[in-house]
């Protein structure tokens, strides 16, 4: 098959992530037959300083007319003088709102192999962390009026969470499909005991819940489900939440796996084009150094094989690949324990390729 892939490397690490994923792409290209053309995206910073726009028109387009995005990371200090609606971050949030993908999906999986990186207790992880978080991606508070006010020179701030019917529903079946291809487990996150957009998020969960009887749906506040995935995180299957709360829920959750270098994440809507990057920032105190891990980004590539473009096989080849590279005993810093191998980027992704063997 031929696919035509955007690729935005972005600010910080993104090139040197992005550029190892590339590397795994094209031996999954040769191993399969597969032609894989690379169209390069200014996005971010980088556009910031070429173009004074973080997400010229033009780059949008070249998005949206391809058949899936590759993102390495935005944002970094040299940016965080510019106006709020030209910040690197925005160039994001744009991209995100004019692919239309409306449901990011980030798992939080434990590696066996990293079990001793994760900051819980032993017998925490033992019980088990396998879920998955379902965020809503183009409403909420990211996309209402931002704006500060000036009255005798003191200012005040305003952002505006909105939900409609609408957008709770079609994100909430994305939850209980998910859910159904798993342990029929889901969970809905809000702040019901204070936010109208919450309470309203809660009855159409509900609502939707008659048409999934196969599925468990429980609720829970925000604050309850932080705490609960510190403490008991094996009780989750499927976690459905709004923007905000699921970019906050999705770090802690990453960060008790072993490293947020790891996690990947898709983000799709009504199209087969998706947009898949790291749930990491652009990391720039480590940018250019050759030691950040790049298998955040290599396993969002390994997702875009699997849920646009229909090659399961070659998405499983991917992730066998990683395995076997932890196997083996190597890790960048990030995960580096005493009696491991440390490997920069680049090494991590030709030895991942090593590995890469054509399922069948
Ligand atoms: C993420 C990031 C972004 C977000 C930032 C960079 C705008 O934190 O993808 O989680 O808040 O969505
Ligand atoms: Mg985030």
């Given amino acids: 098959m031929t696919e035509n892939i955007a690729v935005i490397r972005g600010d910080g690490i993104g090139p040197e992530i992005v550029d190892q994923a590339i590397k795994v792409l094209d031996r999954i290209a040769e191993l399969y037959g597969h032609t894989f053309n690379y169209t390069d995206v200014d996005m971010g910073g980088c556009a910031i300083d070429k173009w004074g726009d973080p997400l010229p028109e ?7 007319e391809s058949d899936s995005v590759l993102l390495g990371a935005v944002g970094g200090e040299k940016w965080n003088n510019v106006p709020g609606n030209m910040r690197p971050e925005k160039g994001l949030l744009r991209l995100r709102a004019g692919m239309g993908v409306y449901s990011n999906n980030r798992p939080a ?14 017998e925490i992880v033992d019980k088990g962390i396998d879920f998955i978080i379902v965020r809503e991606l183009i409403g909420g508070i990211y996309f209402g ?11 005040r701030a305003v952002d505006i969470l909105t939900y409609s019917e609408e957008e709770i529903e079609r ?23 204070v936010l109208d957009s919450s309470r309203l998020w809660k009855s159409v969960m509900h609502r939707l819940a008659n048409e999934y009887t196969d599925v468990e749906l429980s609720d829970m506040l925000v604050d309850n489900c932080a705490m609960q995935i510190v403490k008991n995180p094996s009780q989750f299957d499927v976690i459905v939440t709004e923007n905000m709360f699921g ?16 996690i990947p994440s898709s983000s799709l809507g009504a199209a087969s084009c998706g947009l898949y990057e790291p749930i ?42 990683v395995s076997a590279y932890l196997d083996e005993g190597y890790r ?21 390729i090593k590995n890469l063997k054509r399922e069948e």
Avoid at 58 to 64: E, F, Q, R
Avoid at 345 to 350: M, P
């Fill in 145 to 155: 009026e931002h704006k500060t006010e000036y009255t005798n020179g003191k200012a």
């Fill in 280 to 321: 990491h920032g652009s990391a720039p105190d480590i940018a250019g150094k050759d030691i950040a891990n790049p298998i955040g980004t290599i396993l969002s590539a390994a997702m875009m094989l699997r849920f646009s473009f229909d090659m399961p096989k070659e998405a499983d080849a991917i992730e066998n690949a």
């Fill in 247 to 262: 970019d906050i829920l999705s770090d802690e959750a990453s960060m008790i796996t072993g490293s947020i270098g790891m």
């Fill in 332 to 352: 960048t810093a990030d995960i580096m324990s005493a009696g491991k191998i440390q490997v920069g980027c680049s090494e991590c992704g030709s030895l991942i």
């Fill in 171 to 193: 994100i909430g079946r994305i939850g209980f499909e998910t859910a159904r291809k798993r342990n029929k487990k889901l969970c809905s996150v809000e702040k019901s005991n």
């Fill in 109 to 122: 999986k434990i590696w066996p192999q990293l079990a001793d990186a994760s900051p819980l207790k032993k």
């Fill in 58 to 64: 033009d780059m949008l387009k070249k998005c949206v």
